[in-house]
């Protein structure tokens, strides 16, 4: 067990629609990180959060949205869902100690999404 | 953008014998590189990490090599075990980018015993 606590497990939805990821980090680590993977794509990065501030960006599109609340739990929004989009979604971690050398990240159970 | 290269996709090891996977990347400024074990229907798991300013770390069975002048690092296991049958990703992490994670493709190791 990472620590890292993501909600639903499963989401099932249809397309068009709009469903919101929740994760929560680890005790005492200020970073979230949001990670796409699929059969296609492999796993790729969309968006970092650091302690409420957007820290990084990767391909994320546009009907993707994500945000960190003050007691740094993290929520990702998927807008005008489509079948491209069911994938497993995770949530990692870190403390972000800084200091240049990398951060551990850790990743949590992920959210299936499959839009039908 | 850093790219990541991962081989082989698939390999198949007797109990007890050695496993290695390597890794390639293309950006000279990435300084982190994390090992990951993802088993079926879990999230990926940590199990060794190395940092641009060391080239070797070991921890136990798992042991990771660094070239930078190559752009390359490797993963060994020694002594496999049915249990180390799962999906092994690397990935790379220039920190001035802030932190984020480039994965390779993935390498299916499965044990036989």
């Known amino acids: 067990d990472s620590g890292v606590t993501q909600t639903p497990k499963h989401l099932i939805t249809a397309t068009g629609q709009r469903v919101t990821l929740r994760c929560s980090p680890r005790?005492?680590?200020?970073?979230v990180y949001w990670y796409q993977q699929s059969l296609d794509q492999g796993l790729q990065f969309l968006i970092q959060y650091y302690n409420g501030e957007e820290r990084a960006k990767g391909n994320i599109l546009e009907r993707f949205s994500a945000q960190q609340f003050p007691d740094l739990h993290s929520e990702l929004n998927l807008s005008s869902l489509e079948l491209g989009d069911s994938a497993l979604y995770f949530c990692a971690s870190s403390v972000d100690l800084g200091g240049g050398l990398g951060d551990t990240q850790y990743f949590g159970p992920g959210t299936r999404l499959t839009v039908l | 953008g850093e790219n990541v290269e991962q081989h082989p996709s698939t390999l198949s090891v007797q109990e007890g014998d050695s496993a290695v996977i390597k890794c390639t990347y293309s950006d000279s400024a990435s300084n982190y590189f994390p090992w990951y074990k993802q088993e079926l229907g879990k999230g990926p798991q940590l199990i060794i990490d190395?940092?641009?300013?060391?080239g070797e770390k070991k921890d136990q069975r798992i042991a990771v090599t660094l070239n930078k002048t190559a752009k390359h690092f490797s993963l060994h296991i020694t002594e496999t075990q049915p249990e180390d049958s799962a999906v092994y990703f690397c990935a790379a992490a220039a920190t001035e980018y802030g932190n984020k994670l480039v994965f390779g493709a993935g390498t299916i190791l499965r044990v036989k015993s």
């Open positions: 005790s005492g680590d200020l970073s």
């Open positions: 190395i940092r641009s300013n060391v």
